[in-house]
């Protein structure tokens, strides 16, 4: 897709909430899109992945805390869980979650989704521009009392 060409003082006068926004909506409702297929959440995801990072090491509370600040849709971290635990994706020993050989499945299905979706949004832009767009946004989200830095 080629994209017209704009004079620079145009493209600074832009206002940068709306671009940020409908790039949030375009980027996550393509990922959304995606892990629905799967018939799963953004929260179905993460918890796949943190799980699948550290096996035993999470609890529903703490990965609650962890992820709370991103569910933007008002899903119940338990309900997540417990789906998770009923397809037969996760287990809970003493709490402690663990992906099962299905959950591991699902979740690389899932990442091949949400791969594509980033080629694709990737598509004519090179690495140093998308450099450049992140440390901008974390830049303007300290700015703005917010922490710029990138999530461990």
């Known amino acids: 897709m080629?994209?017209?060409?704009?004079?620079?003082?145009?493209?600074?006068?832009?206002?940068?909430g709306?671009?940020?926004?409908?790039?949030?909506?375009?980027?996550?409702?393509?990922?959304?899109?995606?892990l629905a297929v799967e018939d799963l959440t953004q929260p179905h995801w993460w918890t796949l992945n943190h799980v699948a990072g550290a096996p035993g090491r999470w609890t529903r509370e703490t990965l609650i805390e962890r992820l709370a600040r991103y569910e933007d849709l008002g899903i119940d971290f338990h309900d997540v869980f417990d789906d998770l635990v009923a397809r037969g994706w996760l287990t809970e020993d003493a709490g402690a979650m663990t992906l099962t050989e299905a959950g591991e499945a699902g979740r690389l299905r899932a990442g091949e989704r949400n791969l594509r979706v980033h080629?694709?949004?990737?598509?004519?832009v090179a690495a140093a521009d998308f450099v450049t767009t992140i440390n901008v946004l974390r830049r303007m989200v300290a700015n703005l009392g917010g922490n710029g830095d990138l999530p461990d």
């Open 2 to 16: 080629t994209l017209k060409d704009y004079p620079q003082e145009q493209l600074a006068a832009q206002p940068i």
């Open 18 to 34: 709306a671009w940020s926004g409908e790039a949030y909506r375009r980027v996550v409702g393509a990922l959304r899109a995606q």
């Open 119 to 124: 080629r694709q949004m990737h598509e004519g």
